[in-house]
């Protein structure tokens, strides 16, 4: 592979830069015979890539003997992004904001601001916050409190439909990070400190912004802590993309018509399936209680309830298909019930700068629990780990348009994309389509059966 297809784009998160780079000096450092396999052009043929059945590697695993990053680069690399979580260690660096880092403000704002507003705000913020990297949280929470609510509200009292749009693109702009703050929320049952008016507010504050965001509430927590997680992608998720050829836009609307005007009732009765009765009755007084709220505003004043609710759900919920087609798109049908072969990792900017590294979908699957910021920790620290497993690793690309390289079935755009870990760096670019390819093949109900060990129709 050409280092040049490495893209390490400036606007990368910290993190993100040396997770990439620690991935390219891999790749750069494999045996000889490695990097000569696919030349400069990738178009060369590479050798046959043996595998060692004991341990699914071969000429795959990192070489670090007679390279020039060693282990000891790998254990650096580790400890850099640990001492940036780290509120002992001077390399501690909160997140503030989404598209700057702290490490850059001093240099890009004024020193006054600096240092008689930014810091007391970080300080303050970091007392509000669960976790003290999560500044941007406040930060987003503010912001949200005092731009998409009060826009909401007024076009209530005085429509315009100019302002309808512009409230439109406003949320469309707010959607992702706001549903990935709310991921977090959902797994670890809050973002803010669990202490007086804060706990009060961190319970509360979903049952507002939710339904202005697109969700229905409560709904996200059942749909995907309670269900997703528990299935994996496995034949009874919901949303799982094993019965379908995930390259077929026929098969792709399929998948999100049934989770547009079927979810109200599919999920009940999954937990209904599952002998979890109450939990059912939950997750369909939730749903259809803010559908009938949604409608009774309709009702009431159409224009702005459209603008500020239906529009928004309508858009959340094709975002929520697109996003999750995307993750699990790639499911290995060698081991399709493991994490490492059923979703994917993206190292880009929107993913992971913007939505709080949602590209680390692996990571979060292996650990719902795990923390946002400590998933370049657990990858770099795991990285024999996703090597030996087979793992899919891409960069410069976000879940969205992995969908739309996939309806276009632009495989070679994808394999770009792909950074090669383990015996894939062997691989040449016509090798890597195949497999992606091989991928995205749909299952059938007997491969279900033998690879998941169930017989369920659907």
């Known amino acids: 592979m050409q280092m040049d297809s490495i893209v390490i784009s400036p606007e990368l998160t910290p993190a993100d830069q040396l997770v990439l780079r620690n991935l390219r000096d891999d790749i750069r450092d494999r045996r000889p015979s490695s990097n000569s396999a696919q030349g400069v052009t990738g178009e060369a043929t590479a050798k046959p890539i043996i595998t060692n059945s004991q341990n699914g590697t071969a000429n795959g695993c990192l070489n670090h003997q007679g390279s020039k990053l060693s282990a000891e680069q790998d254990v650096h690399d580790v400890a850099t992004l640990v001492s940036q979580n780290d509120l002992a260690s001077q390399n501690f660096e909160p997140t503030v904001f989404s598209s700057w880092d702290m490490r850059d403000m001093k240099s890009r704002l004024p020193p006054g601001v600096y240092q008689y507003m930014l810091l007391p705000y970080v300080s303050w913020a970091q007392g509000i916050a669960r976790h003290e990297t999560d500044v941007v949280m406040v930060t987003h929470l503010i912001m949200y409190f005092t731009t998409s609510l009060p826009s909401a509200l007024w076009l209530f009292y005085r429509f315009s439909y100019l302002h309808g749009f512009l409230h439109v693109l406003l949320q469309g702009w707010y959607i992702g990070a706001y549903t990935l703050l709310r991921h977090q929320h959902i797994h670890q049952r809050g973002v803010l400190a669990k202490r007086s008016w804060m706990r009060v507010?961190?319970?509360?504050?979903?049952?507002?912004?939710?339904?202005?965001?697109?969700?229905?509430?409560?709904?996200?927590?059942?749909?995907?802590?309670?269900?997703?997680?528990?299935?994996?992608?496995?034949?009874?998720?919901?949303?799982?993309?094993?019965?379908?050829?995930?390259?077929?836009?026929?098969?792709?609307?399929?998948?999100?018509?049934?989770?547009?005007?079927?979810?109200?009732?599919?999920l009940p009765l999954y937990f209904v399936r599952k002998g979890r009765f109450t939990t059912g009755l939950r997750a369909a007084f939730w749903e259809l209680s803010n559908y009938a709220a949604i409608v009774s505003l309709l009702r009431l004043n159409f224009r702005p309830a459209l603008f500020t609710l239906l529009i928004p759900l309508l858009i959340m919920r094709l975002g929520l298909m697109v996003g999750n087609w995307g993750q699990h798109a790639f499911v290995d049908a060698d081991e399709p019930d493991s994490d490492y072969r059923s979703s994917i990792t993206l190292i880009d900017v929107p993913s992971n700068r913007y939505c709080y590294n949602d590209g680390y979908h692996t990571s979060h699957h292996l650990n719902p629990l795990r923390h946002w910021r400590d998933h370049p920790v657990h990858f770099l620290q795991s990285k024999e780990i996703y090597s030996r497993e087979h793992a899919l690793v891409f960069h410069?690309?976000?879940?969205?348009?992995?969908?739309?390289?996939?309806?276009?079935?632009?495989?070679?755009?994808?394999?770009?994309?792909?950074?090669?870990?383990?015996?894939?760096?062997?691989?040449?670019m016509e090798q890597r389509v195949t497999m992606l390819k091989r991928h995205t093949r749909k299952f059938s109900e007997e491969e279900i059966r033998e690879k998941f060990g169930v017989a369920k129709a659907q």
Request: hydrophobic share 40%; with cysteine.
């Open 201 to 266: 507010f961190d319970h509360t504050f979903p049952y507002v912004m939710d339904p202005l965001m697109g969700h229905t509430w409560n709904s996200y927590f059942y749909h995907h802590v309670k269900h997703h997680h528990v299935e994996g992608n496995g034949p009874d998720d919901l949303s799982s993309t094993v019965r379908y050829q995930r390259d077929s836009i026929w098969h792709f609307l399929h998948y999100l018509g049934r989770f547009y005007f079927f979810v109200w009732l599919d």
């Open 396 to 428: 410069n690309i976000d879940y969205l348009m992995i969908t739309v390289r996939l309806m276009m079935r632009d495989y070679e755009h994808l394999a770009k994309c792909l950074v090669p870990i383990g015996d894939q760096i062997d691989m040449t």
